[in-house]
């Protein structure tokens, strides 16, 4: 899979006045299998904006975005959404996990569209075995309030990982955890991008978590400096 951002910009209506806010300003970017990137930067500078817009979950006000040379804005929401569940896993600073669902069934929430009774069955297989290889195989009937944050934020990454994406956004993964689950967080991230070849890109302020990463990007004044 290679996503692909030719000359993106972006920017926002300004609130008390009729100009607009720039965020991202001519950002270009390319990402293949395997790569693994850390963007860097203050708070509210346009990490964010930049990884949901790589993610489909935003859109660009200028430019172009390719997802293995396919140019997505001739896709409609359905096919957007189709790209998000199958090749696409989301990792977010809080885990978002449901109270009501225990860790097994939160894991499983990306598969419910699958219809096939096989592919439900091999499934619920694989989310067993992504739990058994973070330790918490014994914990799959238990519920969120019931785990520490990063046994949450574990499972989080499973999620992510359930339905085999080609990529991975993550948006400060461990900025919510302590010292000692942060750091499990960004071995089992890297670990992911080595073993599987999953493309990783990460959103941190945390030097440590950027510097698993093969690139850094430093984000000023709208742009990405390697």
């Known amino acids: 899979m290679i996503i692909e951002l030719e000359n993106i910009y972006k920017s926002y209506q300004n609130n008390t006045s009729s100009s607009q806010n720039k965020v991202?300003?001519?950002?270009?970017?390319?990402?293949?299998?395997?790569?693994?990137?850390?963007?860097?930067?203050?708070?509210?500078?346009?990490?964010?904006?930049?990884?949901?817009?790589?993610?489909?979950?935003?859109?660009?006000?200028?430019?172009?975005?390719?997802?293995?040379?396919?140019?997505?804005?001739?896709?409609?929401?359905k096919k957007l959404a189709e790209i998000r569940n199958q090749k696409i896993g989301f990792v977010f600073q809080l885990h978002h996990l449901l109270p009501q669902l225990n860790l097994l069934e939160n894991v499983l929430l990306p598969t419910l569209i699958l219809k096939d009774s096989k592919h439900k069955e091999a499934a619920k297989i694989r989310a067993f075995e992504l739990l058994k290889s973070i330790g918490l195989e014994y914990k799959i009937k238990q519920y969120p309030g019931q785990l520490s944050g990063g046994e949450c934020q574990r499972t989080a990454v499973v999620r992510a990982l359930i339905n085999q994406p080609e990529i991975i956004l993550a948006d400060e993964p461990t900025g919510s955890l302590d010292q000692e689950s942060a750091e499990q967080i960004g071995e089992l991230l890297s670990n992911i991008n080595k073993e599987q070849n999953v493309a990783l890109v990460l959103v941190t302020h945390s030097l440590e978590l950027a510097n698993k990463m093969k690139v850094i990007y430093k984000f000023n004044n709208g742009k990405l400096i390697k």
Do not use: E, M, R, Y
């Open 24 to 77: 991202l300003d001519n950002i270009s970017l390319k990402i293949n299998s395997g790569d693994s990137i850390a963007i860097v930067g203050p708070s509210g500078c346009g990490k964010s904006t930049l990884l949901n817009i790589l993610g489909t979950l935003d859109k660009a006000t200028s430019g172009v975005i390719k997802i293995d040379n396919d140019d997505i804005s001739k896709f409609n929401d």
